[in-house]
């Protein structure tokens, strides 16, 4: 290792070198790691220990589109100590600070409480989840924004809450509001 990295680094050889080399070997162990709930394929699995959430969460197959992706815990030592939102890293890069999986850590993906679904003059019509309190324009810019061509006038369209709905009536409400007006309307 001397006599090739010492062609790259001078400092390496000669008779007084300035620059060492300090090489240690050690084993690689991997560590178990379960992942519950909305999962493709839930249960206890070997990943390599320097997996973060996200890889570990690829390497398995994946969430469910039962799954949330905005509120999946991280439980170690039987206490949650993160919950993390995905679409900060699928919508704005933003790693959720490189959290390393830890041996005998639990991944829990609960049930999807929301579903905003958003077609029409957006960038990126999908199916959305929503958290408690974002708006129409929190979605919309989700959604990557509207799209040039897009009507300054917005139709929604909600399933009534269980109290407000009856057999004789439908249990959807349906109203027009302003773009300006996205900002101020919650989603639930």
Known sequence: LKN???TIYSTLNGSK???YIDVSLGELRSINVSFVGELNFPGIYTVHPFSSLISGLIQIGGVDTTGSLR????IRDNKKIKTIDLYDYFIEGDSPNNLQLKDQDIVFVPARKSKVVIDSAVVRPAIYESLEGETIRNMIDYAGGLKTNASDQIAVTRLKPLDERNSEGSNYESFYLS???ADKKTVG
Do not use: R
């Open 4 to 6: 090739q990295f010492g």
């Open 17 to 19: 070198p300035t620059t």
């Open 71 to 74: 509120q999946i815990e991280l």
């Open 179 to 181: 773009f300006l007006e």
